[in-house]
């Protein structure tokens, strides 16, 4: 079955993220349920991939002014039938920024559920993101693609300035020990 990669992951995060236990189960009920849970015309919601770009320092992170949401997120987007959210998560970074990236683990480093508004023809549904956390390989200037209004590399520490949104915050505060458990 093609959801089973992703559904590995999730057993994978269980075991490193036991208290978001809801939200891990409310996801995998999700992708259990719906065989087409990667196809973006799956409209009680589709599996998005996400990618926490960092630069070489490892101490900003690069953010989109999401044109359609009009709000500072982590640059991703729809699977579009792929079923291979870091590959999403990888190939969605690259487009909208222009940059070189690679992950700095295979294991998920978040995930959201989230309502995204109805929106021209499209009516309102979830997105079911798996989050990546990536690294710049190379340079840090980006190009800014249709998706965005602006991009933005942002100090961690600094990321309240740029957003209030309840997840990214919540990424900034489990950055700390994700970077520990790459230490070897």
């Not at 559904?7 to 009920?29: G, H, K, M």
């Not at 992950?103 to 109805?118: K, Q, R, T, Y």
């Not at 997105?127 to 998706?147: I, K, T």
Request: hydrophobic share 45%.
């Amino acid at each position: 079955m093609h959801r089973w990669p992703l559904l590995d992951l999730l057993a994978d995060y269980v075991r490193r993220a036991p208290d978001e236990l809801s939200t891990i189960n409310r996801f995998r009920e999700f992708v259990m349920a719906h065989e087409r849970c990667f196809e973006r015309d799956l409209w009680v919601g589709h599996v998005t991939g996400s990618a926490w770009v960092v630069n070489a320092a490892r101490d900003r992170v690069l953010l989109t002014h999401h044109r359609k949401l009009g709000r500072w997120l982590q640059l991703g987007g729809h699977s579009d039938g792929n079923p291979d959210a870091l590959q999403v998560a990888l190939a969605e970074a690259r487009e909208e920024s222009g940059l070189a990236v690679a992950p700095l683990s295979g294991h998920v480093f978040d995930l959201d559920i989230h309502e995204i508004p109805a929106r021209c023809a499209d009516p309102a549904h979830f997105h079911y993101d798996v989050r990546f956390a990536l690294q710049v390989m190379g340079g840090e200037s980006f190009r800014v693609s249709r998706e965005s209004l602006d991009l933005a590399w942002v100090p961690i520490e600094r990321l309240e300035d740029y957003t209030d949104e309840v997840s990214m915050l919540r990424m900034a505060r489990k950055w700390p020990g994700f970077l520990e458990r790459l230490t070897p």
